[in-house]
């Protein structure tokens, strides 16, 4: 019998591993860079990803539509740590050999023209693996990739349970936030908020609402006065929809879920006139 011998080709070896590997285009390998998106500091999850400038941030901001983003553009952080990884899981990207292009969100110029973004990898060693590096309607891409759609809210089925947290609202929240309440008892301090959203809900009041990784709503509670709904309530209540009941962890104040119920819609200017007065003010 002849003997047989192994000849190692290490060019060829090494060229299969290296056709084996995913493309850092893959949206498996760009999502991964993300992490969970179950977490309340969303912004963390856009930071691992990539490398934001303020500059180019300054200049999204002065090329689209003006609205009210916040101290030092938080509230555009974190619309674009939701729309983002949306937009990725969607497969709503394209690429050419060195670049990554996406929209930003749904946001325009003044004149309706889409703005989009551009990152490139990020040759800083032990740094986010990419870098956003422009942001701007006039971009060169091979295709240019549509906006996420915003996922819907599930469905509040009809009849169901409020089930509040009554310790934290009641303990915690009440009464820095409600105290015109503070001096009933705790049954119908829990009534008269079981019963103010069961009110909006009625009248179909409710707003989509991003939080902790999933959509939902906030419920604006009206306790004082109900003759003009377009002013702003009393507080507002987000609220989870479960198949058998809806859950309310806490309340807030009217301006507080802002960043969060931007995620949710388009254009700012679909938000409620009294969400828009309270953030502006």
Not at 36 to 56: G, M, Y
Not at 84 to 98: G, L
Not at 224 to 232: D, F, K, L, P, V
Request: with cysteine; aromatic share 10%.
């Amino acid at each position: 019998m002849l003997a047989t011998t192994q000849i190692r080709i290490p060019h060829l070896q090494a060229t299969c591993r290296v056709m084996n590997q995913p493309s850092r285009f893959e949206r498996e390998s760009l999502l991964a860079t993300f992490g969970s998106a179950k977490t309340a500091n969303v912004t963390e999850r856009l930071k691992r990803f990539s490398f934001i400038p303020h500059s180019v941030v300054d200049r999204l901001v002065k090329d689209a539509l003006s609205e009210n983003w916040g101290t030092d553009n938080f509230v555009l952080y974190k619309y674009l740590s939701v729309h983002i990884p949306w937009a990725i899981e969607q497969d709503r990207f394209s690429h050419s050999d060195n670049q990554l292009y996406l929209a930003a969100g749904s946001l325009q110029t003044r004149y309706g023209t889409p703005l989009y973004l551009i990152f490139e990898p990020n040759n800083m060693p032990d740094q986010q693996p990419w870098a956003m590096t422009f942001a701007g309607s006039n971009v060169s891409a091979p295709e240019l990739p549509r906006g996420a759609a915003i996922p819907e809210p599930p469905q509040i089925p009809a009849g169901v349970e409020i089930v509040m947290m009554h310790d934290h609202i009641i303990k915690e929240r009440l009464r820095e936030r409600l105290n015109f309440l503070a001096a009933t008892p705790r049954v119908a301090q829990m009534c008269a908020v079981s019963g103010a959203i069961q009110w909006s809900l009625n009248r179909n009041l409710q707003m989509p609402y991003w939080y902790y990784g999933r959509m939902n709503y906030i419920v604006p509670l009206y306790l004082q006065s109900r003759e003009n709904i377009t002013q702003a309530p009393d507080a507002v209540a987000p609220i989870e929809v479960n198949d058998d009941c809806l859950v309310v962890r806490t309340i807030l104040p009217p301006h507080a879920p802002y960043a969060n119920a931007r995620v949710a819609v388009h254009r700012h200017d679909q938000l409620p006139a009294w969400m828009l007065d309270c953030w502006n003010h």
